[in-house]
């Protein structure tokens, strides 16, 4: 069943049919037929080609009682970043805060960083990466590193997806059927309303649309529309960071004390996304709401010292931000979650 908006968005993300208690998003129903074949599919892909290696594909971080494992699901070399980055500046201004960071001007290189949370007795999946559609350029390796990582896709428990652009939906399906076929699925209100609307099937936007209508659309009967605030499961709670697309979510992590924000596409560049939070992003659907939420959530992380997984981060995606004048700066981790300050 979806979720309504008589049921209690501050308790657990679903009341599944069956009898799960409030409180879990749980594991739905046995063993099925597509069971079966997404088992088969996950055996054929954990020996499919490491095209872009970056050994081991993914990196395990404790958080508290938590354990958060982030899956690199590949890489797209490519020109840039302007205009992507910067879409509001010269090309020139763009170039130049790159060689200020020891980076080529007008080449760059994106990365893609599902990731797994182990919290309670659960084990959520945050965003799918490529899927099927990205084998062909190295990427949609997530079930693939899942396995070196230790994790089945008939492990996960919940899905979520931070919003619903191709990169972070299309590894929901593999062939006809569902990727992880025990999962139950939280997603945005407001993402998947507009996602789902005639405008968006209508408009510039109709080919994700499209996409989501064939990768997400077939799970509603196991989804959660969750808002602002809502818990997912206890530990994990959504964050609206809207902008980038109408209705897009980070999801806090909370245990034992300690605290971690996923962030999706809020900041998606390593240099600009922080040292330039105001520029403007060519895929940010409200750029203004888009450069707000940067501000915001880079204010807030800095202040209180909270680590941050950025979705396009470079590998292992997990760092901190700093302040650094007007702006911010990201530092990655290297060893500060190993060693108590």
């Known amino acids: 069943m979806t979720a309504s908006n008589d049921v209690s968005r501050r308790h657990a993300l679903l009341l599944a049919a069956g009898g799960v208690s409030a409180g879990t998003l749980a594991v739905a129903g046995g063993a099925s037929a597509q069971e079966g074949t997404a088992a088969m599919t996950h055996a054929e892909t954990a020996g499919a080609a490491d095209t872009f290696p970056l050994a081991p594909g993914w990196r395990r971080f404790q958080l508290g009682e938590a354990t958060v494992t982030v899956i690199l699901d590949g890489i797209r070399p490519g020109e840039g970043p302007f ?22 001007k007008d080449r760059f290189v994106n990365f893609f960083h599902p990731t797994l949370i182990e919290i ?51 590894g929901l399906m593999e062939g006809d059927a569902p990727a992880f076929p025990n999962a139950r699925y939280g997603v945005g209100a407001e993402e998947m309303a507009f996602w789902t609307s ?23 009967d196991k989804t959660t529309l969750l ?70 959530f880079a204010t807030m992380l800095a202040d209180e010292s909270v680590p941050i997984v950025g979705y396009h ?23 500060q979650s190993l060693v108590e300050s």
């Open 83 to 104: 205009p992507t980055f910067g879409e509001d500046q010269t090309q020139e201004a763009v170039g130049a805060l790159m060689a200020e960071n020891g980076l080529p």
């Open 120 to 170: 309670g007795d659960q084990l959520l999946l945050v965003d799918t990466g490529m899927g099927e559609a990205g084998r062909a350029n190295g990427m949609g390796l997530l079930r693939q590193r899942m396995a070196a990582a230790g994790h089945a896709p008939e492990d996960v428990d919940v899905v979520v997806l931070t919003h619903l652009h191709g990169d972070h939906i299309n």
């Open 198 to 220: 005639a405008e968006a099937k209508s408009g510039s936007r109709a080919d994700n649309a499209k996409a989501v209508e064939a990768k997400v659309v077939p799970f509603k």
């Open 227 to 296: 808002a602002d605030g809502d818990e997912v499961v206890p530990g994990v709670t959504a964050r609206a960071a809207f902008g980038h697309t109408p209705g897009m979510l980070a999801f806090e992590v909370v245990s034992g004390g300690k605290r971690l924000f996923l962030m999706a596409d809020t900041f998606s560049q390593f240099v600009v996304s922080f040292q330039r939070p105001q520029w403007q992003v060519r895929f940010d659907q409200d750029k203004v709401a888009a450069a707000e939420t940067r501000a915001r």
């Open 313 to 335: 981060l470079p590998f292992p995606a997990m760092g901190y931000v700093q302040r650094d004048g007007d702006a911010f700066r990201f530092v990655p981790e290297t060893y």
